[in-house]
């Protein structure tokens, strides 16, 4: 498959205001005679996206809230195209001028954009796990009919596509991610039970968005992973495994055929995978800190409890499932987490409203893009009266 290397790359970001987004621009700001953020989107933060576009002057943005949207326009004058709603992401991905979205949407929302940006062409650098979980099946053959690689920015899954290069097709036995554990990691299962939303957005190394963070505190954000690697890379779930490395040093790793494990290693630092994914398959300098051995001392490993973590193993049920049940999993994990981060639900309760959800669900083989809208619409129903 190709991958369009221009010298130039002009970027639309979905989600410029959110933790990927603004990272993105970062790297977009330290290489600026490569990479020009031509279009920027937000859901309902206008007082950062003004600020974003005094300072990279985008040819155009999106918010989602048309109220919002009139403060923008009387803001930002005629100069600056201001669009609105899930149409105007739609209508930018696919703008003759783009040639790389980068999709950092939280969550389903981000589905439909990423879906007309590949049927656009578009290179992708491909944030959004929740777009592959929930319809992997169509998203992949997708892309193989528009000829369209979507480089992976999650940590794991760009460390697993970096031991990849240039391996023969076939020689891996098993990919092997890593956990950081969260903040939870040494709980006990009662411990669990009382835990905050102020807990559960410390996570211990990475600093992400509200959700991501609480998915990684339940361990479902190692679980929507899994899904993700084997879409992306073509495994079964049987040769998908999670190791908790509370260090999050090593970002993941490939074991082949002869016994070899490949890793990929770096700080937990976001713009690492996000500015690789923009380069590939070149390499840039970037001004990040270096692994420091020594003061590093010791890098630990350990089996994940799904236990106390039900979310991990919910995740391998819906992939074995198939069909629609992914979208399920996912759906009920959206809305378990917004009433957890809402203060309706202790956290112990995110993996029973999801375990509900899949009892329920009668599931579809082979689905369509609609059969998952569906699914998705089902789960969010189906949850509402409990
Ligand atoms: P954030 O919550 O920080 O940002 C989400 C962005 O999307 C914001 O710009 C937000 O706008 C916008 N947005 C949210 N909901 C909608 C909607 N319904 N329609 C349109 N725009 C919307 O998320 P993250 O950056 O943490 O995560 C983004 C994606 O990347 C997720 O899928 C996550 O799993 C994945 N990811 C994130 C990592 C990280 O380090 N953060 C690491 C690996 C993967 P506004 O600011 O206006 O609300
Ligand atoms: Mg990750």
Redesign the pocket.
Known sequence: MNVKVRLHQNIAI??????????TLEVIASYPDRFTAAYL??????P??LRQVERFRPKGV???DPAAAETVRSRCGPEVEVLTG?EG?SDVVRRTEVDTVV????????LRPTVDAITAGKRIAL?????LVVAGSVMMPLAERHNVRLLP???EHSAIFQCLTGEPAGSVTRIILTASGGPFRSLSANELRTVTVEQALKHPN????????I?SATLM?KG?EVIEAHWLFGMPAERIDVVVHPQSIIHSMVEFADGSVKAQLGVPD?TI?IQYALTYPDRFPTPTRRVDFPSLREMTFFSPDTERFPCLRLAYDALRAGGTMPAVLNAANEVAVARFLAGAVPFTQIPVLIETAMDRHVLRENPTLEDIVEADGWTRDILSTF
Do not use: R
Request: charged content about 10%.
């Open positions: 979905l989600g410029s205001t959110g933790s990927i987004g603004t990272q989107t937000v859901n309902n933060n206008i950062l996206l999106v918010v989602l899930p992401l999709s950092a949407l939280v969550g389903f929302a981000g944030a959004n796990k929740e777009t920015v999650d940590s990475w600093s992400m968005g509200s959700k991501i963070t998915d954000n929507l976001m995978p």
